[in-house]
């Protein structure tokens, strides 16, 4: 089965620790997206990637990194340097140009 | 930069009746696509429907159709014969087309309408 999955669901931190979140495609898409979604909130883009080896910063990417070393993964870190780090964190990904994107499960980051 | 606005945080809809989710979008752009999208107590994000803004036709999806007024930058989602499983977060995005030389395809949200599917 094609999609996307983000592991893992549920995660844990310590304040002060950096966290790195999971995103894995097999649709053979070339453009992927991670998004913050907070309370009330709609998603805001982090990161985005476009080819291998290329990544932009999107709204809000203070405090986070990315890499794109194979087309299949997209991993975002957390930092210890972003202020508030606890959200549902959601990864997307599209063929380049096309219309919509798809999104994997998410991952719900608590850090305390 | 473009904003999407939903202004009903929440609706409710008896099992089978039919309810409409407003969404406003401001853009000085002319070309560029809108969806709405369905995020149910899992929290997957689920594409209901999508419209191309150079196209005049009304998007249809089985239940679910939109009114996509683009002079009024209005794109309202109903939803017919509402069901139980219809229950969730929608959620209104705009994205560029990236002609205008952008290379950004990001998905601009709305904060969501939370509807409630009452049987």
């Known amino acids: 089965d094609g999609g996307i999955t983000q592991s893992p669901k549920y995660l844990f931190r310590k304040e002060g620790q950096n966290v790195t979140l999971s995103c894995e495609q097999n649709?053979?898409?070339?453009?992927m997206y991670w998004y913050r979604q907070d309370p009330g909130q709609g998603l805001r883009l982090i990161y985005y990637?476009?080819?291998?080896?290329?990544?932009q910063k999107g709204d809000i990417a203070e405090g986070y990194s990315v890499s794109r070393e194979k087309k299949e993964s997209f991993p975002l870190t957390v930092t210890s340097a972003q202020k508030n780090p606890t959200a549902f964190y959601l990864c997307a990904s599209s063929i380049q140009g096309a219309f919509e994107q798809y999104f994997g499960p998410g991952t719900r980051l608590t850090v305390t | 930069a473009q904003t999407v606005t939903q202004s009903q945080p929440e609706m409710s809809v008896q099992e089978a009746e039919t309810v409409t989710l407003s969404c406003t979008y401001d853009?000085?752009?002319?070309?560029?696509?809108l969806f709405w999208y369905k995020q149910p107590p899992s929290r997957q994000m689920i594409l209901v429907i999508r419209?191309?803004?150079?196209?005049?036709q009304n998007a249809t999806e089985n239940r679910f159709s939109v009114n996509f007024q683009k002079a009024a930058k209005s794109f309202s989602l109903k939803i017919s014969d509402s069901q139980l499983g219809d229950a969730a977060m929608y959620f209104c995005?705009?994205?560029?087309?990236?002609?205008?030389?952008?290379?950004?395809?990001?998905?601009?949200f709305g904060k969501g309408t939370l509807l409630t599917v009452n049987p």
């Open positions: 990637s476009q080819i291998v080896n290329d990544f």
């Open positions: 995005a705009y994205r560029t087309t990236g002609y205008s030389g952008g290379s950004n395809y990001k998905l601009t």
């Open positions: 419209q191309e803004a150079y196209k005049q």
């Open positions: 853009t000085s752009e002319s070309d560029y696509y």
């Open positions: 649709l053979n898409h070339d453009a």
